[in-house]
């Protein structure tokens, strides 16, 4: 859920009176508010903008507050909306059937207008906390998984996502295709430029790679030092060769300036290429040890090339 500026509350009531006073008390607090007028408006109007807070009335026609909010928290996404129920109902059963069907907290009419706007500032003070908490997880969980110099995956994504990708080719028994690429000569790039062109050109090569990697699905990575690799989901060997064709020339495109390489004058990289259908006979290692073959081939043939392995 996106949190609105100012935030938005949704006030759902079939008293027009009531409405009109409830929205006069939230705009005072500078609070946006869009009404609705039963229960069916307001699961439309809830869908379509995602307000901040739902102020409920508890009894309407046709379908009734508590009903109303059960519907919104099967509509809620991860970062759920509070629902505050407005209730005539004093009784126990009554204010049980509100948490139940979800409420966060209810008020009693007639409505306390203080304690009203008091809970709902309280109420936005916990989503805005709940939203930045859920922000700083997602952002761990980025750092996590990214590798810092070059913003492309880890090692350690790049791990767990070859192993979910293999477990998902198996079952629908879909082809997998994996890339490994290391940069030639790159020793003799640090050596001869420093260490801060040497980051720099793993950056380029970084981007490059990410742009030939077209898909959603694909991932690169960086796999370690100066190499990287492409998981390729439901890509059979043709498209496998042709993104590694793509890598390659777009590198080379760069023309990051290598004077003391054994293969031109320009940054080039070598790449190894594998297909498989994953079974349980084989296994990401074995795939990984393949490509890693095909790898060590292009270089041993002179560099600046791809070549092929299958798994044996």
């Known amino acids: 859920m996106s949190f609105h500026t100012p935030p938005l509350i949704l006030i759902a009531d079939d008293d ?14 500078g609070y946006q508010v869009v009404e609705a007028i039963d229960g069916a408006s307001c699961i439309a109007i809830f869908s379509r903008l995602r307000p901040d807070i739902v102020l409920l009335d508890a009894i309407m026609p046709t379908m009734d507050g508590f009903a109303c909010c059960a519907r919104i928290q099967q509509l809620q996404s991860t970062t759920p909306t509070p629902v505050l129920i407005i209730t005539g109902l004093e009784d126990q059963d009554s204010v049980d059937q509100a948490f139940a069907a979800g409420a966060v907290d209810y008020i009693t009419k007639p409505v306390h207008w203080a304690v009203l706007r008091q809970r709902v500032r309280r109420l936005i003070q ?21 590798d810092s110099l070059t913003q492309v995956a880890n090692r350690r994504r790049f791990d767990e996502y070859l192993d979910n990708e293999w477990q998902r080719m198996m079952r629908e028994q879909l082809p997998l295709s994996l890339i490994l690429c290391d940069i030639d000569c790159f020793k003799s790039y640090n050596d001869t430029y420093g260490h801060q062109a040497g980051d720099d050109c793993l950056r380029q090569v970084a981007q ?4 030939a990697a077209k898909r959603a699905i694909d991932l ?23 993104v590694a064709h793509d890598i390659r020339v777009g590198i080379k495109r760069l023309e990051i300036a290598h004077v003391n390489s054994k293969v031109t004058a320009i940054v080039t990289v070598s790449l190894g290429v594998v297909t498989t259908i994953p079974n349980q006979d084989n296994s990401p290692e074995k795939l990984i040890m393949a490509a890693d073959k095909a790898l060590y081939q292009a270089k041993a043939e002179g560099r600046d090339r791809d070549r092929i392995c299958t798994i044996d």
């Not at 027009?16 to 607090?29: D, F, H, I, N, P």
């Not at 490059?208 to 742009?211: E, M, N, P, V």
């Open 220 to 242: 690169p990575a960086r796999y370690g030092g100066e190499e990287f690799a492409v998981i390729l989901p439901n890509t059979e060997q043709a498209g496998a060769i042709q």
């Open 16 to 29: 027009k009176v009531t409405r009109m006073g409830l929205r006069q008390a939230m705009e005072q607090e």
């Open 126 to 146: 916990q989503v805005r906390l709940y939203q930045q908490l859920e922000q700083a997880n997602f952002e761990l969980q980025r750092l996590a998984t990214v």
């Open 208 to 211: 490059a790679i990410q742009r």
